[in-house]
């Protein structure tokens, strides 16, 4: 009879933490196993949380970045963090949705505040069949 034969290959030696460094740069999960010589499936199912969280400081550390820029008056992170977390929007938008306005809603652009304006959008995107994004997600 012949011996039993065990089943993969060689023991590889990767740690979460190498996998959370490496995502933690932005490196794809086909990436990661490439460079520790693993497969994809094995980044997926084996370090999924140790991915997870290096790609949270990955994002993290970005958005911090993003925000020292500003401060230090790079404008148009400052337009665009304003549109992402204080829900600013440009006067142009209610200017172009003015007669979509006035025909959904029977008023005039005037008699809407930005929130509502807001809302009008997302529901006018929705009509026409443009994915709606929420609040902190992107601007309108």
Not at 27 to 38: A, H, M, P, S, V
Not at 41 to 46: G, I, L
Not at 53 to 70: D, I, N, P, V
């Amino acid at each position: 009879m012949l011996p039993k034969r065990k089943r993969g290959g060689q023991k590889l030696d990767i740690d979460g933490d190498s996998v959370a460094a490496l995502a933690g740069i932005g490196c794809t999960q086909e990436e990661i196993g490439t460079l520790l010589g693993c497969s994809t499936a094995t980044v997926c199912e084996r370090f999924a949380e140790s991915y997870k969280k290096g790609m949270a400081e990955m994002r993290s550390s970005l958005r911090h970045r993003q925000f020292q820029a500003a401060m230090a008056g790079e404008n148009a992170l400052l337009i665009w963090l304003g549109k992402q977390h204080l829900g600013q929007v440009e006067p142009r938008a209610v200017e172009q949705f003015g007669a979509e306005i006035a025909r959904v809603g029977g008023q005039t652009a005037a008699d809407f505040d930005v929130e509502s304006v807001k809302l009008l959008i997302l529901e006018l995107k929705k009509r026409a069949g443009k994915p709606a994004i929420t609040e902190g997600q992107g601007d309108v």
